[in-house]
């Protein structure tokens, strides 16, 4: 059974701190999609990155990078010089092969204060 | 991407009632995911929907209390059935779309059972 666990429940910095927020996963599939999704006050639901089991390339976007390693099961969040407006609950999420049915993991809640 | 909508986008019910909710996607799609989000939790997949044949239901949820239907490839309704506050959530309708098969959420019914 497929699995996703966020450790660190909440988290707090100050702005311009970056922070990483972890996530561990467990699967039994070879093929496999990993997820980041923020969730805002407004409670929406902000697609950020999708990774295939394939791509261990870490990747950056502007402030966020992602950095996936198969050999820890880890897919961790860095968000670099932090603002305001990153304060959100952020999940991490496990697909497995091609049904698409998704499982979170219990999110962390950053809040970062100016 | 996909744009998902939902009706109703809120609603106070009171216990013992049913309310249906509404999941309109803006191209057709294959699979249809129902999520719940309990007050402070993460998110839990209810019950898969596609297109021409039943629901699939996870662990803990069942057809009685959920019936879904999928008339089409561009929507889907879920049923809350005899509320209790216990149903006091937020559910999510969710699709797979675009080249990378993402998955996207809708914005979500905020329920509140008396």
């Known amino acids: 059974a497929q699995k996703v666990t966020q450790a660190q429940t909440e988290i707090s910095v100050v702005e311009k701190e970056d922070v990483t927020l972890d996530c561990v996963y467990e699967?039994?599939?070879?093929?496999?999609?990993l997820f980041w999704y923020k969730q805002p006050p407004s409670g929406e639901l902000v697609f950020l990155i999708r990774?295939?089991?394939?791509?261990?390339q870490n990747e950056i976007s502007g402030r966020y990078s992602w950095n996936f390693q198969k050999s820890t099961s880890s897919f961790n969040f860095t968000i670099t010089a932090s603002q305001v407006v990153d304060s959100a609950v952020y999940f991490c999420?496990?697909?497995?092969?091609?049904?698409?049915?998704?499982?979170f993991g219990a999110g962390t809640r950053l809040t970062v204060k100016p | 991407s996909a744009v998902i909508s939902q009706k109703p986008s809120r609603d106070i019910c009171q216990r013992g009632t049913s309310l249906t909710i509404q999941c309109q996607v803006d191209?057709?799609?294959?699979?249809m995911f129902w999520y719940r989000q309990q007050p402070g939790q993460s998110l839990t997949l209810i019950a898969t929907?596609?297109?021409?044949?039943?629901?699939?239901?996870e662990s803990g949820f069942v057809i009685d209390k959920f019936p879904i239907s999928r008339p089409n490839l561009t929507f889907s309704t879920l049923t809350v059935s005899n509320m209790s506050p216990e149903d006091s959530s937020i559910y999510l309708c969710?699709?797979?779309?675009?080249?990378?098969?993402?998955?996207?959420f809708g914005p979500g019914t905020r329920l509140l059972v008396l």
């Open positions: 999420a496990l697909s497995e092969g091609w049904n698409n049915d998704m499982r």
């Open positions: 969710s699709v797979t779309a675009g080249a990378e098969e993402t998955q996207y």
């Open positions: 191209s057709q799609v294959t699979m």
């Open positions: 929907a596609n297109q021409g044949s039943e629901a699939t239901y």
């Open positions: 990774r295939n089991s394939f791509d261990e």
């Open positions: 699967t039994r599939d070879t093929t496999y999609y």
